[in-house]
Protein backbone atom coordinates (compact mmCIF):
# COMPACT_ATOMS: atom_id res chain seq x y z
CA UNK A 1 0.00 0.00 0.00
CA UNK A 2 1.13 3.61 -0.94
CA UNK A 3 2.43 5.58 2.44
CA UNK A 4 0.66 8.48 4.56
CA UNK A 5 2.29 10.57 2.63
CA UNK A 6 1.68 9.79 -1.05
CA UNK A 7 -1.92 9.46 0.73
CA UNK A 8 -2.26 12.93 1.27
CA UNK A 9 -1.19 13.43 -2.22
CA UNK A 10 -3.97 12.29 -3.61
CA UNK A 11 -6.19 14.05 -1.31
CA UNK A 12 -4.92 17.40 -1.78
CA UNK A 13 -4.87 16.88 -6.05
CA UNK A 14 -8.65 16.20 -5.68
CA UNK A 15 -9.62 18.43 -2.50
CA UNK A 16 -8.07 22.09 -2.10
CA UNK A 17 -10.52 23.16 0.92
CA UNK A 18 -9.15 23.64 4.34
CA UNK A 19 -12.33 22.49 5.82
CA UNK A 20 -12.47 19.25 4.09
CA UNK A 21 -8.72 18.88 4.47
CA UNK A 22 -9.38 19.23 8.31
CA UNK A 23 -12.45 16.85 7.98
CA UNK A 24 -10.04 14.47 6.61
CA UNK A 25 -7.72 14.36 9.48
CA UNK A 26 -10.69 14.51 11.92
CA UNK A 27 -11.71 10.71 10.43
CA UNK A 28 -7.86 9.95 10.20
CA UNK A 29 -7.21 10.56 13.70
CA UNK A 30 -10.26 8.93 15.27
CA UNK A 31 -9.62 5.81 12.82
CA UNK A 32 -6.49 5.57 14.39
CA UNK A 33 -7.38 5.67 17.86
CA UNK A 34 -9.71 3.20 17.22
CA UNK A 35 -7.64 0.70 15.29
CA UNK A 36 -5.07 0.90 18.36
CA UNK A 37 -8.18 0.24 20.99
CA UNK A 38 -9.03 -2.63 18.71
CA UNK A 39 -5.70 -3.89 18.03
CA UNK A 40 -5.13 -3.40 14.48
CA UNK A 41 -3.03 -1.32 12.10
CA UNK A 42 -3.88 2.09 12.55
CA UNK A 43 -1.83 2.74 9.35
CA UNK A 44 -4.23 0.92 7.32
CA UNK A 45 -7.82 2.62 9.33
CA UNK A 46 -5.93 5.75 9.30
CA UNK A 47 -5.81 6.04 5.68
CA UNK A 48 -9.37 4.94 4.67
CA UNK A 49 -9.82 7.61 6.84
CA UNK A 50 -7.39 10.16 5.81
CA UNK A 51 -9.09 9.38 1.87
CA UNK A 52 -12.90 8.71 2.59
CA UNK A 53 -14.23 11.68 1.40
CA UNK A 54 -12.04 11.92 -1.83
CA UNK A 55 -14.52 12.24 -4.30
CA UNK A 56 -16.50 14.87 -2.34
CA UNK A 57 -15.04 18.41 -3.21
CA UNK A 58 -15.07 17.87 -7.24
CA UNK A 59 -17.80 15.60 -7.41
CA UNK A 60 -20.33 15.98 -4.84
CA UNK A 61 -23.45 14.69 -6.79
CA UNK A 62 -21.27 11.36 -7.31
CA UNK A 63 -20.24 11.40 -3.74
CA UNK A 64 -18.86 7.71 -2.99
CA UNK A 65 -19.23 6.78 -6.61
CA UNK A 66 -16.70 8.38 -8.34
CA UNK A 67 -14.76 7.19 -5.18
CA UNK A 68 -13.33 4.04 -7.28
CA UNK A 69 -12.07 5.43 -9.91
CA UNK A 70 -10.01 7.85 -8.53
CA UNK A 71 -8.37 5.72 -6.05
CA UNK A 72 -8.27 2.56 -8.39
CA UNK A 73 -4.81 3.61 -9.40
CA UNK A 74 -2.88 3.29 -5.67
CA UNK A 75 -5.41 1.06 -3.65
CA UNK A 76 -7.18 -2.53 -3.97
CA UNK A 77 -10.84 -3.12 -3.92
CA UNK A 78 -10.95 -3.47 -0.14
CA UNK A 79 -10.15 -0.84 0.74
CA UNK A 80 -12.08 0.94 -2.22
CA UNK A 81 -15.07 -0.86 -0.56
CA UNK A 82 -13.85 0.72 2.99
CA UNK A 83 -14.30 4.17 1.76
CA UNK A 84 -17.37 3.77 -0.22
CA UNK A 85 -19.07 1.82 2.18
CA UNK A 86 -19.21 5.39 4.28
CA UNK A 87 -21.97 6.72 2.35
CA UNK A 88 -24.00 3.65 3.01
CA UNK A 89 -27.88 4.49 2.61
CA UNK A 90 -26.93 7.86 1.77
CA UNK A 91 -25.53 8.22 -1.46
CA UNK A 92 -24.60 4.85 -2.65
CA UNK A 93 -25.70 1.02 -1.17
CA UNK A 94 -22.19 -0.56 -0.19
CA UNK A 95 -22.51 -1.74 3.11
CA UNK A 96 -20.22 -1.66 5.81
CA UNK A 97 -19.12 -5.08 6.79
CA UNK A 98 -15.72 -5.38 8.86
CA UNK A 99 -15.64 -3.38 11.91
CA UNK A 100 -13.78 -0.72 10.55
CA UNK A 101 -15.83 0.13 8.22
CA UNK A 102 -18.82 -0.39 10.47
CA UNK A 103 -16.37 2.49 12.53
CA UNK A 104 -15.88 4.90 10.07
CA UNK A 105 -19.66 5.02 9.07
CA UNK A 106 -20.33 6.05 12.61
CA UNK A 107 -17.21 8.64 13.75
CA UNK A 108 -17.80 10.54 10.54
CA UNK A 109 -20.92 12.41 11.44
CA UNK A 110 -19.75 12.31 15.27
CA UNK A 111 -15.79 14.17 14.42
CA UNK A 112 -18.11 16.96 12.81
CA UNK A 113 -20.12 17.18 16.00
CA UNK A 114 -16.78 17.07 18.23
CA UNK A 115 -15.01 19.51 16.34
CA UNK A 116 -17.65 22.27 16.25
CA UNK A 117 -17.93 21.90 20.56
CA UNK A 118 -14.47 22.34 20.30
CA UNK A 119 -14.64 26.21 18.59
CA UNK A 120 -17.17 26.89 20.72
CA UNK A 121 -14.93 26.57 23.45
CA UNK A 122 -12.26 29.16 24.12
CA UNK A 123 -10.10 26.12 24.87
CA UNK A 124 -11.00 24.11 22.57
CA UNK A 125 -10.10 20.49 23.18
CA UNK A 126 -8.36 21.10 26.07
CA UNK A 127 -10.45 19.21 29.12
CA UNK A 128 -13.55 18.71 26.73
CA UNK A 129 -15.67 16.03 28.16
CA UNK A 130 -18.21 13.42 27.19
CA UNK A 131 -20.73 15.23 29.22
CA UNK A 132 -20.18 18.97 27.12
CA UNK A 133 -20.53 16.57 23.69
CA UNK A 134 -23.45 15.17 25.20
CA UNK A 135 -24.62 18.73 25.96
CA UNK A 136 -24.22 19.68 22.50
CA UNK A 137 -25.94 16.67 21.03
CA UNK A 138 -29.20 17.50 22.67
CA UNK A 139 -28.98 20.81 21.46
CA UNK A 140 -31.00 21.03 18.40
CA UNK A 141 -29.88 24.08 17.42
CA UNK A 142 -26.29 23.12 17.63
CA UNK A 143 -24.32 21.83 14.63
CA UNK A 144 -27.56 21.23 12.75
CA UNK A 145 -26.06 19.57 10.12
CA UNK A 146 -24.81 16.59 11.99
CA UNK A 147 -26.99 13.88 11.84
CA UNK A 148 -27.63 12.48 15.14
CA UNK A 149 -29.52 9.68 13.82
CA UNK A 150 -27.04 8.01 11.90
CA UNK A 151 -24.65 8.39 14.30
CA UNK A 152 -26.88 6.37 16.52
CA UNK A 153 -27.33 3.65 13.81
CA UNK A 154 -23.77 3.53 13.56
CA UNK A 155 -23.14 3.16 17.19
CA UNK A 156 -25.56 -0.41 17.15
CA UNK A 157 -24.03 -1.51 14.62
CA UNK A 158 -20.40 -1.44 15.67
CA UNK A 159 -21.83 -2.25 18.82
CA UNK A 160 -20.08 0.81 20.67
CA UNK A 161 -21.54 2.62 23.14
CA UNK A 162 -22.35 6.48 22.51
CA UNK A 163 -19.84 7.74 25.75
CA UNK A 164 -17.06 5.78 24.23
CA UNK A 165 -17.62 6.82 20.56
CA UNK A 166 -17.15 10.20 22.13
CA UNK A 167 -14.69 9.88 24.43
CA UNK A 168 -12.05 7.94 22.14
CA UNK A 169 -13.02 11.10 19.50
CA UNK A 170 -11.73 12.99 21.73
CA UNK A 171 -8.74 11.51 22.55
CA UNK A 172 -7.92 11.48 18.56
CA UNK A 173 -8.74 15.24 17.67
CA UNK A 174 -7.08 16.38 21.07
CA UNK A 175 -3.59 14.50 19.61
CA UNK A 176 -4.01 16.17 16.17
CA UNK A 177 -5.53 19.89 17.36
CA UNK A 178 -2.79 21.74 16.14
CA UNK A 179 -3.03 20.06 12.26
CA UNK A 180 -6.68 20.67 12.56
CA UNK A 181 -6.80 24.08 13.39
CA UNK A 182 -8.07 23.91 17.15
FE1 LIG B 1 -18.62 11.41 2.92
FE1 LIG C 1 -16.68 12.63 5.83
Known amino acids: MISREEALEVFKKYNKSESLLHHAYCVEAT???FAVKKGEDPEYWGIVGLLHDIDWEMYPEEHCKKAPELLAPYFDSDFIHSVCSHGWGICVDVEPVKEMEK?????????GLVYATALMRPEKMVGMSVKSVKKKWSSKGFAAGVNRDLILKGSELCGIELPELIQTTIDALTKVSDAIGL
Open 31 to 33: MRE
Open 103 to 111: ILYTIDELT
